[in-house]
Structures are given as structure tokens and as C-alpha cells.
């Protein structure tokens, strides 16, 4: 494979790409969609409770005739159903038709109830009893890390985090502090910058750079996010993109393309905050003019 295993902090490694079920819904669909990524290559599958198809996820590796041990499996506790972290593991682990996980992840910091230390001490006996190889976290930020880390009797080996070029600015000091402590940042929606905001500073330099190594756009998104240490979870619902994504695995960026992405990154990362805050400035400004038109036709004087 083009793409890397990782060690985690506990000793045990992690394939550096995943292929996600987060937007793929449920049904014979996503049991097709699962079984052609194993198919093309991939051996890392990324699940959660809420995305409500660990079921087709686990119906797909058994179809895949692997071996267990030849696949990479993680899923994350996500409070469905107002259900506890012992409560979750069984049931997604009936879903899936395994015996453990190889990565089990709380999905948010806000899940971690009563509190971090007391959910976190739950997630160690879930690896302690054999359910999941290993434990981590997704959504965390610094503050959240350090509060787990205080208590923390088992590290979490990774953070599964929002990470492309227009959040860079703002996650790379997070992504910073995993390396600093042992902890893998996983990234999710690398590809946003084509999918969900096309036409901003990102896409000169990717394109570019495309052209110039006669890759893909996409390919080199994940090729940079690649390159930044982390572990990419992607997603497709289309063979050839599945295949694709794999052989991002071979692109190498250099520090000038990585450099162009980055700055690119944090121009547009700035010009999209900029715009989200006047869009809730403009509505609350519309809903002030509608409140004192009210309080004017009711005859109230609130000035």
C-alpha cells in the first residue's frame, strides 16, 4: 500500500487512510459502497454509533472474506440513544459482528459525561476488558486534551479532528501539541476546500500543482494533508475516486507546494471567518429591524 502505517503511542500502528462511513446513510448502498473499498485496497474502516450504519459497515467486512487481523477497525462512542460508554461498546460490536475494535473514540468532548476523567476511566476498562485495542478521542481540543491527560491512567493514541487547508491556522497548533504528546491527529474533511468551498485561494495552488505532477486536485489535497502527519479519513461513493484516493499515497509535495497550500489555507480560512461573522452580524441586524418594527406598530417606545 502507498500509504504508511502510523505508530500509535501503545505500541500498536494504524494505516494512515480510511475510508469513512459518515456520509454514506444506510442500507444495501452502503454495505456496496464499504465492500468495494476494501475491495480497491482500503484496510481501515471508520464508523461511529451515530452515523447509524456500523450494521452494513460490519456486513461488508464479513462479506470481504479478510481475516480479522488484516483489517482496521474503528468506531466511536457517540451518546446515541442517551446511552453509556460499557452500553455502546457492546452494541456496536454486535453491529459490526466483531470481538473488538481496533480503535474506539469518543466522538466530542460534550459526550464525555459526568465529566472527562470519569468518561475517560470508562474508556480504559473498555480496553482493559479487550473490546477495543486501543482508545482515543475525536473533536478534542487543547484544553480538553489537557483536562484527559491530568487523569489519564492510558493515553489516548489519537484525535480525530476537522483538518484542511482553511482550518489550518487554527488546528495546527493542536495537531502540534498531539505530536508534542504521543497523540495522532486523525483528519476529516480534507477534501472541503473542493467539495464545500470551491473557487477560493486554495484552489490556484492545488491546481497548479496538479498540472505539475498530473495528479488530481483531491489527490494532492490528501497528499498535504498526508504530509502533515496525520491520518486521513476520506470518503467516496465512486470506485475510480476510492482508487484515486489510494494512490495519493505516492504523491510527494515539496516544502514550496506544502508552503503554497498552507498560506493559501490561511488567506481563505480568514476571508470565510470574515465572511460567516458578517452573515450572523446581518441577521441579527434584520431581526433588531423586525423586533422595532413590531414594538413601533404596538406602540412601544424601546429607545
Known sequence: ?????????????????????????KGQSTINNVDTAIAVGFNHIDTAQSYRNEEEAGAALHESGLAREDLFITTKYS????????????????????????????????????????????MEKVKADGYAKSIGVSNFGIAELEILLASAKTKPVANQILFHPYVYERQAPLVKYGIE????????????????????????????????????????????????????????????????????????????????????????????????????????????AAVLGVCSYLGINVL
Do not use: C
Not at 8 to 18: E, F, H, K, M, W
Open 181 to 288: 504528546h504521543g497523540i495522532v491527529s486523525e483528519a476529516y474533511s480534507a477534501l472541503i476546500p473542493l467539495t464545500r468551498q470551491p473557487g477560493g485561494p486554495v484552489d490556484a495552488p492545488v491546481e497548479a500543482i496538479s498540472e505539475r505532477l498530473g495528479a488530481k486536485p483531491e489527490q494532492v489535497l490528501l497528499a498535504w494533508a498526508k504530509a502533515k502527519g496525520t491520518v486521513v479519513v476520506t470518503s467516496s461513493t465512486k470506485r475510480e475516486r476510492m482508487e484515486g484516493y489510494l494512490s495519493a499515497g505516492d504523491i510527494k509535495l515539496t516544502d514550496e507546494d506544502i508552503a503554497a497550500i498552507d498560506a493559501a489555507g490561511i488567506i481563505g480560512g480568514k476571508r470565510f471567518t470574515a465572511r460567516t461573522i458578517l452573515r450572523r452580524v446581518a441577521v441579527a441586524g434584520l431581526v433588531g
Open 79 to 122: 451518546g446515541s440513544d442517551g446511552l453509556d460508554i460499557e452500553t455502546s461498546i457492546q452494541n456496536s460490536l454486535k453491529k459490526l459482528g466483531i470481538k473488538y475494535v481496533d480503535l474506539y473514540l469518543i466522538h466530542h468532548p460534550r459526550l464525555a459525561v459526568p465529566d472527562i476523567p470519569t468518561a475517560w476511566a470508562k
Open 1 to 25: 500500500m502507498p500509504w504508511d502505517v502510523i505508530k500509535l503511542n501503545d505500541g500498536r500502528t494504524i494505516p494512515s487512510v480510511a475510508y469513512g462511513t459518515w456520509t454514506l446513510g
